[in-house]
C-alpha cells in the first residue's frame, strides 16, 4: 500500500472504535437521571478515542472553535449533555476486543497520568493540556489496528521476531509511523497544534515547529510508562529517550523521586477502572 | 441549492434517483450507518435531513430526538421515510418529532416536492442569528411575553459581554465571532442542564443575549454560566495579555487605552406572577440593573430585589 492510498484512507475516516466495556459503561452513566456532563467527562477523559472524537466534534467549523480547544472539560462545557450523550449513545467499538486493545488504551492512560504530573511540577499553565496529548499521542496505532488490522497484525508481529520497534515496521510496511498518522489525522480533525505536534513528534520531540516542551513531556511520559510496565504500546521494546529533549525538561534526582511516588499512586488509583474494564471485556 | 442528508438503507438511493436530486442543484450525503451520520450532521449539519425509519438498533428515534432537542439544531426539517404499511397503521408522532412524512415507495417527483416545500417552511420561521443558530428577536419578544402571560414564576436574564468593542478592535472579528459563538453553547448548555426545556435562550444581536428561566434556578444557572465562561475565556485571549491582566485597545473616542480582561455581566430581572403584564417593563428594568452590574469590575449577575414595578 503507497502513502497516497493510505492519506485516501485517513481523509475517509469518519469514527474510531473504543473497547466495548468503556461504551457500555457510558452508556449505563447516560440512562442514570442524576447524570452531569462533568461526570460522563470524568470516564470519557481516560479513553483517547472518545476523548479525540470529542476534540474533533467541538473543534469542527458547525461548532466553531477551529484549533482552539484542546481538554476535554473545555469541550464538554461547549459542547452540552445532549451532544455528549448523542455521542455515546452511537459510538461505534471493535468488534472482537483484543488484549493488546486494553494494553494500548491502559499505556495510553498512564502516560496521560504521567504528563499531567510532570506538567504540574513543572509549572505549566495548562496541565490537563499535556495530559490530553499524552493520552492521544498513539492514536496513529488506534488508526492501523482498526483501518489496516492486517497490517497491523503484521507490524506486531515483524517489530517482535527481527527486535524493531513499531515505527520502523510500520514506516517500512506503510510508509508512515503511527506518530505521523496520528498527526496527519489530528490535523484534519482541526485539532489544536498544541496537541498535534506532541503528537506527531512524541519520538523525536525536538523536531517539532512548536510547542516543544509538551512534545517532550510527553516523549518522556511515553518512555517512562513503559518502563514501569504499565500497559503496553505494543511492541515490547522501550524507546530510547531523546538527549536534547531530556534537557528540556531534565527533572533533579529528587523531582524524579516525587514523579514516580505520584506517578504509583495514581497508577494504583486507575487500576480499579481498568480492571473492571479488562474484566467487563 | 440546499445541502441534503440521506440516512436510509438504500431507499432513493438509484442512480437515476441520485441525478434527480443533483439535477435540481442539490448537495446530497447518502449514509446507510445511523451511528456514522450522525457524527458528521452534528460536526457539520446539513440544510434538511431524511431518515429511514427501523434502521439498525432503532437508533432512529434516538436520533431525531437528539436532534430536536438540540437548541441549534432543533429547525433543521427532518423528513422521515416509512413504508406504506405505516401509513396504515399510523405512528406516534410524539416518539417521532419530525417534520414530515414521505413512502418508501413515493415517486422521486414527490420527494423533490417535499424538500422544496420543507426548505421553504424553514426558511420561513426562522428568524435565528446566523452566528449562534440561536432564536433572534421575535422569537424572544414571543417567548418572554408568553411566560408573562401564562404567569410562569421565571426569571429574564440579559447577558452581555463587557468590553466587547475593544476585543473586537484588538483580536480580529472572526476572533470576535468566535467569543460570541461561545457564550452562546455556554448558555444553552447549563440552561438546558439546569432546566431541560423549562428555560428558553435567545441572542438579541452582536454581544447581547437574553433567556429565561424558573425563577428559583436563575442564581445557581448565573453561577454556572460565569463560572464556564471564566474557565473558557483565556483561551481567546493572549498568554501576554492574560499575563498582564489587561489588553491595550481603542476607546469610542479613538484613543488607545488599557480595558480591563473580557467578562459578562448579566443583569436578573426576576418576573413574580402579576409583576410585570408586558415585555417592555421588564425590559426597562434590565436596563437600569445593567448599568449596576456593568460598574461592577470583572464577571458578575445582579438580581432585581425590588418588588412591584
Known amino acids: 500500500m503507497d502513502k497516497a492510498e493510505i492519506r485516501k484512507r485517513l481523509n475517509d475516516i469518519q469514527s474510531l472504535p473504543t473497547l466495548p466495556p468503556i461504551v457500555s ?22 479513553d483517547q478515542v472518545l476523548t479525540s472524537k470529542l476534540l474533533k466534534m467541538v473543534n469542527s467549523s458547525f461548532f466553531g472553535f477551529p484549533q482552539r480547544i484542546s481538554t476535554v472539560s473545555n469541550a464538554i462545557v461547549l459542547l452540552g449533555f445532549n451532544v455528549i450523550k448523542t455521542l455515546i449513545v452511537t459510538s461505534s467499538i471493535f468488534e472482537v476486543m483484543q488484549a493488546s486493545d486494553v494494553g494500548l488504551f491502559e499505556h495510553s492512560l498512564g502516560c ?33 489496528r482498526s483501518e489496516l488490522p492486517d497490517e497491523y497484525e503484521a507490524i506486531v508481529e515483524e517489530a517482535e521476531e527481527k ?68 500497559g503496553s504500546g505494543g511492541d515490547p521494546w522501550v524507546p530510547a529517550l531523546d538527549h536534547a529533549a531530556w534537557e528540556r525538561i531534565k527533572l533533579t534526582k529528587s523531582q524524579m523521586k516525587e514523579v514516580i511516588a505520584e506517578l504509583d499512586e495514581k497508577l494504583m488509583e486507575l487500576q480499579d477502572f481498568t480492571l473492571e474494564i479488562k474484566l467487563d471485556g | 441549492m440546499a445541502r441534503l442528508a440521506l440516512v436510509t438503507s438504500n431507499t432513493f438511493n438509484r442512480q437515476d434517483e441520485r441525478l434527480c436530486l443533483e439535477a435540481k442543484g442539490h448537495l446530497v450525503s447518502y449514509k446507510q450507518d445511523v451511528a456514522r451520520a450522525l457524527e458528521t450532521i452534528l460536526s457539520d449539519p446539513p440544510d434538511l435531513l431524511i431518515i429511514e425509519k427501523g ?24 423528513i422521515l421515510v416509512v ?91 472572526s476572533r470576535g465571532d468566535e467569543v460570541i459563538r461561545m457564550v452562546g453553547r455556554i448558555l444553552v448548555n447549563v440552561v438546558q442542564e439546569h432546566c431541560g426545556s423549562n428555560g428558553f435562550v435567545g ?79 421588564v425590559a426597562a428594568t434590565a436596563a437600569k440593573l445593567k448599568k449596576k452590574v456593568k460598574a461592577l469590575e470583572g464577571s458578575n449577575y445582579f438580581i432585581d430585589r425590588r418588588s412591584g414595578y
Open chain 1, 112 to 144: 496521560a497520568t504521567a504528563c499531567g504530573i510532570i506538567a504540574k511540577l513543572r509549572q505549566i499553565k495548562n496541565p490537563e493540556e499535556v495530559s490530553t496529548a499524552g493520552l492521544i499521542h498513539d492514536l496513529g496505532k488506534i488508526v492501523i
Open chain 1, 25 to 46: 459503561k457510558l452508556n449505563e452513566m447516560v440512562a442514570d437521571e442524576e447524570i452531569t456532563a462533568v461526570k460522563l467527562g470524568k470516564v470519557i477523559e481516560k
Open chain 2, 203 to 281: 441572542h438579541v444581536g452582536g454581544d447581547d443575549f437574553v433567556f429565561h428561566v424558573p425563577n428559583n434556578e436563575a442564581e445557581p444557572v448565573c453561577q454556572d454560566v460565569i463560572n464556564n465562561f471564566n474557565a473558557l475565556i483565556p483561551l481567546f485571549l493572549d498568554e501576554d495579555d492574560i499575563e498582564a491582566g489587561y489588553f491595550t485597545s481603542t476607546d469610542r473616542q479613538g484613543n488607545e487605552r488599557r480595558f480591563p480582561l473580557t467578562s459578562l455581566s448579566i443583569a436578573v430581572v426576576p418576573c413574580e406572577p402579576g409583576k410585570y403584564s408586558h415585555y417592555g417593563q
Open chain 2, 83 to 173: 413504508s406504506e404499511r405505516d401509513i396504515a397503521t399510523g405512528l406516534d408522532w410524539d416518539a417521532y418529532s419530525v417534520d414530515d412524512v414521505i413512502s418508501s415507495q413515493a415517486t422521486i417527483e414527490e420527494l423533490l416536492t417535499r424538500i422544496e416545500l420543507s426548505l421553504a417552511r424553514a426558511h420561513r420561521v426562522a428568524d435565528n442569528n446566523p452566528l449562534t443558530k440561536l432564536p433572534g428577536n421575535s422569537s424572544i419578544l414571543k417567548s418572554i411575553q408568553n411566560m408573562l402571560d401564562e404567569q410562569a414564576d421565571h426569571a429574564v436574564c440579559y447577558v452581555d459581554i463587557d468590553n466587547f468593542k475593544p476585543y473586537n478592535d484588538k483580536y480580529g472579528f
Open chain 1, 163 to 230: 527486535g524493531l520497534y513499531m515505527r520502523q515496521v510500520e514506516k517500512e510496511r506503510i510508509g508512515f509511523g503511527h506518530g505521523e498518522i496520528g498527526g496527519i489525522l489530528a490535523r484534519q480533525w482541526n485539532l489544536p497544534e498544541r496537541l498535534v505536534f506532541p503528537i506527531e513528534y512524541h519520538h523525536k520531540p525536538e523536531q517539532a515547529p512548536d510547542f516543544k516542551e509538551i512534545a517532550a513531556i510527553v516523549h518522556f511520559s511515553d518512555i517512562l510508562i513503559r518502563a514501569l510496565g504499565f
Open chain 2, 55 to 78: 434502521l439498525e438498533r432503532n437508533l432512529d428515534r434516538e436520533v431525531i430526538a437528539a436532534l430536536k432537542n438540540n437548541l441549534q439544531l432543533a429547525l433543521m426539517p427532518i
